[in-house]
């Protein structure tokens, strides 16, 4: 109870952190870089951007759930409440069990980074260490580590991780996946190009598509990003949420680094829409309205959290 209270209030403040900033922003939009596909901001353009309207008009408006339906945000986290649980009660009565450990593991990762609890990092991160020292010729125990090192951004041990796994004859697209991932976090774009282009010339998903957007985006490929994450939202096929969540939440956090406030806001909204109960897209969607002056349903979507 005391870490999950802590892991809470350490939430609660750095939304309110992030709150106060952009409010004392709001006169002015983020700094747009020089990128290909976009234009440096003068202080006129940028006091505009900060005066956008809802929808910017630039845009296609985003799918409805009745046009692109997915399951309710509250039953994916119920699902992924109760498929937690379960593994943990499993757990319980094989506490040496690395198979079920490893299970674990992508479940804790993604709680955490939806609802922001900190206290379930650490449980991923000891679950991923158990199931190594329980079972280190599994390439699968050494590809979960790597996972939980990359999300903790310790990337040179994630890298280590991978090479282990490798080594042991992991291989497939999950695999390659998480080294492009890794070297885009690195800044070795190249190599993750190569990566994530293939990737979608086998196969264009959500996932694959969206990834390579991200990357576009930090290259400063703008028009190229937007591109590719409407076709990554055109490819999604999936009932859960959490993908396309994903995908509008990278594509705002693009157009909010470029400048364009109202549709970051809009992608952000969206996102939250389908998922209220994901932390860093309401914190992002309540420092779009600070930022656009309405700080009052800021404030209402941080109380919410």
Not at 52 to 67: K, T, V
Not at 164 to 174: C, D, F, M, P, V
């Amino acid at each position: 109870m005391h870490s999950r209270l802590r892991s809470r209030l350490a939430r609660a403040s750095a939304l309110i952190t992030l709150l106060a900033a952009a409010d004392c922003k709001k006169d002015a939009a983020p700094p747009v870089p020089a990128s290909a596909g976009s234009r440096a901001a003068t202080p006129s353009t940028k006091a505009a951007a900060a005066q956008e309207s809802p929808q910017d008009p630039d845009f296609p408006p985003l799918p409805s759930r009745e046009a692109l339906p997915t399951t309710a945000g509250s039953i994916a986290i119920g699902t992924l409440d109760e498929d937690i649980l379960q593994g943990d009660k499993l757990l319980s009565a094989s506490p040496n069990n690395p198979a079920l450990q490893l299970r674990l593991v992508p479940l804790f990762l993604m709680h955490a980074k939806t609802e922001g609890l900190l206290n379930e990092y650490d449980r991923a991160l000891a679950l991923a260490e158990s199931a190594v020292k329980l079972d280190p010729k599994n390439p699968q125990a050494w590809v979960a580590l790597s996972n939980v090192h990359a999300t903790l951004h310790r990337f040179e041990e994630a890298q280590a991780d991978l090479k282990r796994a490798q080594a042991l004859g992991a291989h497939g697209s999950a695999i390659e996946s998480a080294r492009a991932g890794l070297f885009q976090s690195l800044g070795r774009y190249a190599e993750a190009r190569q990566i994530l282009e293939k990737q979608v010339a086998d196969w264009a998903r959500i996932d694959s598509l969206g990834a390579l957007a991200t990357l576009d985006a930090d290259e400063g490929q703008i028009e190229t990003a937007e591109r590719h994450f409407q076709e990554a939202q055109k490819a999604f096929s999936e009932v859960t949420p959490f993908p396309l969540v994903w995908l509008w939440f990278q594509q705002g956090l693009m157009w909010q680094k470029e400048g364009r406030l109202a549709r970051a806001r809009e992608l952000f909204a969206a996102a939250h829409e389908r998922l209220p109960a994901d932390v860093a897209v309401t914190s992002h969607l309540a420092a779009m309205f600070a930022a656009t002056g309405d700080r009052e349903r800021a404030i209402a979507l941080l109380r919410q959290v």
